[in-house]
């Protein structure tokens, strides 16, 4: 599912660089990305993703180099095989729940927003518990809610791979731990892989892989 | 593109109070030249209408604009009088039909008119209610006297004292109101129709009093070969009635009397420019055609508009940049959404649309706003126009 080999990444402004000389992820594993704050964990994720493009290796993300594709083809790449779930959930205030899950389909023309589109939204709020607060603003929700939203999001498209930068970060631990179990929950229901960054290791038992991203060579900004 | 139009719309809507604000700052901006446009087109017109219809006037050297302004929209310049004889002189020519106008008086704010029933002919002034002037002391109102007065026939209007603390001065004078008129949307519906020797009254030219003939001892100071002279206890009449109208006079020449202007009906065009070439080297009067004088003040007023349009792309040009600002910063605000678009894989090609949308939408309905009070100003801006800014011309 991912695979990284001698990548080497550093910011066009400098001060910070990461080096992955190997990394392995097979398909359908759940992984949590772990190290102090500024180790790489989020560059990590967007090396994955195809947000950022390594400077040296190669990155293949669910059968896709995806370091050889243009900018426009990363972006439709990401939105058709990857979702994303963020720490500080980054829903619209101008849309409704429902909307808000269909956020991506809006976004791009290689994904449809039809019946099925929505019905894949219906279900998924209801197996998150959020159907009774699909017409509600997120400004109405709780954090808790809000997450769930999120993670419909993320869902959404049935992507092959959920990226999560810290979504429990913001929650209180009752809370987390419910996020994770719907996530995970999903991603089994839907045969997705999940690397999920976080610094709570506590949590890191009730993941099949664990990444160090300190462990790699890279220079702190 | 849909979605795009989407988005926007319902960004727009949740954000609508700043919305509505950019809305009608970009509409006022857009519909303010035409609107100006329209205004000035229905001024000029109104002002070039009247003065067509009016073939030439006849008046007292000095400013022909002042002339013009005084007789056509009466409002009071402050004009050097002519008399009734310069009148008469014009009628005697038997080139045209001489209409006397004796302006600058009111009568409760309204201008009061003095002058024959010819003016009523001549202006195509038809009553609505009652019916014209008869005798000294009655007076005909304009649509617009009548409805802020609610005035009608058979109610009464005071002219105003030309000056409040004068205890020897001119008192008012009551005036019957005999008559309203139609509306014609111009100056005549703002004006007391009376006729000249009424008006002559009410400037303290003409008066009634009690009859010294029969007056009692007490009024009468001397009484002398045929003349008597009175005290202060003489009645003076402020009203004039069927019973007392024989005892309204006049003293002197009454071909001496004044008169603000003459309006000149020539017979025929050659009988106009032979009337202004009798006067075009007259010393101490002028007869002009009040069309060429407004042709001058249309001039100034597109002039003056010129300077106004550029004032307003000015200040158009500001609201254009403060709308440009206004849009950066929010896209500055919303750049955790744009962040989120891009993470998510939203194209760039649609980012852009999305933000080209809200623009769209909002500059769309500003435009359409626009072209509506553009619409407003073309079928029913003249109506309007002639009620509210040339009511006062």
């Known amino acids: 599912m991912i695979e990284l080999r001698d990548v080497r990444f550093e910011y066009t402004r400098g001060g910070f660089s990461l080096r992955v000389p190997d990394l392995e992820i097979s398909p359908g594993t759940r992984a949590a990305a772990i190290g102090p704050s500024g180790s790489g964990k989020t560059t990590l994720l967007n090396l994955i993703s195809g947000i950022e493009r390594p400077e040296a290796g190669q990155i293949e993300t669910a059968g896709m180099r995806v370091d050889k594709l243009s900018q426009a083809a990363r972006r439709s790449f990401r939105i058709t095989n990857i979702g994303f779930v963020f720490q500080d959930f980054l829903l619209l205030d101008y849309l409704d729940v429902l909307q808000n899950i269909l956020y991506p389909y809006r976004l791009h023309h290689d994904l449809r927003l039809d019946d099925a589109a929505h019905a894949r939204a219906q279900r998924l709020a209801a197996d998150l518990g959020i159907d009774r607060l699909l017409k509600r603003r997120p400004d109405e929700l709780s954090q808790g809610e809000r997450q769930r939203v999120a993670i419909a999001r993320a869902l959404v498209t049935a992507p092959t791979l959920v990226l999560a930068d810290e979504p429990t970060g913001n929650l209180d631990p009752a809370t987390k731990q419910h996020a994770l179990d719907l996530l995970f929950e999903q991603c089994n229901a839907l045969s997705m892989t999940l690397l999920m960054v976080t610094h709570d290791h506590g949590l890191l038992d009730r993941f099949d892989q664990v990444v160090d991203v300190s462990a790699f060579e890279g220079s702190p900004p | ?393």
């Open chain 2, 1 to 393: 593109m849909k979605d795009s139009l989407y988005l926007a719309w319902r960004y727009l809507r949740h954000h609508r109070a700043k919305t509505l604000l950019l809305v009608l700052s970009l509409s006022v901006f857009l519909g303010l030249p035409l609107v100006m446009r329209a205004m000035s087109a229905v001024i000029q017109q109104s002002l070039m209408a009247r003065a067509e219809s009016t073939p030439l006037l006849l008046g007292k050297k000095g400013s022909s604009l002042d002339l013009v302004v005084e007789a056509l929209y009466f409002q009071a310049k402050g004009i050097e009088a002519l008399t009734a004889a310069d009148a008469d002189e014009v009628d005697d020519t038997g080139l045209a039909q001489a209409i006397p106008m004796r302006t600058g008086l009111l009568a409760q704010q309204f201008p009061v008119v003095g002058t024959s029933l010819d003016y009523f002919g001549f202006r195509g002034l038809q009553t609505a209610n009652g019916r014209t002037l008869a005798t000294l002391g009655e007076c005909v109102i304009g649509a617009d006297v009548a409805a802020t007065l609610g005035l009608k026939p058979g109610d009464a209007i005071l002219t105003s004292p030309s000056s409040l603390f004068d205890l020897a001065g001119v008192y008012p004078l009551r005036l019957q109101v005999v008559g309203t008129l139609h509306p014609s949307y111009g100056p005549d519906d703002r004006a007391v129709f009376v006729d000249v020797k009424t008006a002559w009254v009410a400037e303290g030219l003409g008066h009634g009093h009690q009859d010294l003939a029969t007056a009692s001892g007490d009024v009468l100071l001397k009484r002398k070969d045929g003349t008597a002279t009175a005290n202060a206890k003489l009645v003076q009449y402020n009203k004039i009635t069927d019973e007392n109208a024989d005892n309204f006079h006049f003293h002197g020449d009454p071909a001496s009397y004044p008169l603000s202007s003459v309006i000149v009906v020539p017979n025929d065009d050659k009988a106009g420019v032979l009337l202004r070439g009798r006067f075009v080297n007259d010393p101490a009067r002028q007869m002009l055609r009040p069309a060429q004088v407004v042709e001058g003040l249309n001039a100034q007023i597109f002039r003056f508009e010129r300077v106004l349009q550029i004032i307003v792309w000015t200040v158009g040009l500001a609201t254009a940049l403060m709308f440009v600002l206004v849009m950066v910063l929010s896209w500055r605000l919303r750049a955790d959404e744009l962040r989120t678009m891009t993470r998510l894989g939203c194209s760039r090609w649609k980012a852009v649309q999305i933000m080209g949308a809200e623009v769209s939408l909002m500059v769309g309905t500003s435009v359409a706003l626009a072209a509506f009070l553009g619409f407003v100003m073309a079928h029913y801006g003249e109506t309007w126009l002639q009620n509210l800014v040339l009511r006062g011309s």
